[in-house]
């Protein structure tokens, strides 16, 4: 397993799943592990920062509230 910065924990079922992405929809040649981990990595970093956006615009009055399903 694989730690990212807020704690989650990257699985080999994550990191086969990557791989396969970056064969056949970004049509990487040969992508490892290393691929793999540094893709899902960049994804978690760019959905975290999109989260602190959107909570930053519903406290500034921006956008309505996210209301989550569940």
Do not use: C
Request: aromatic share 6%.
């Amino acid at each position: 397993m694989t730690n990212t910065p807020a704690g989650y924990q990257i699985t080999q079922e994550d990191i086969d799943s990557a791989i396969k992405y970056l064969t056949y929809v970004e049509k990487v040649k040969n992508p490892t592990r290393k691929d793999a981990i540094a893709f899902l990595h960049k994804k978690h970093a760019i959905v975290h920062m999109t989260a602190h956006k959107i909570v930053e615009d519903e406290q500034s009055g921006k956008i309505d509230s996210v209301k989550l399903k569940g």
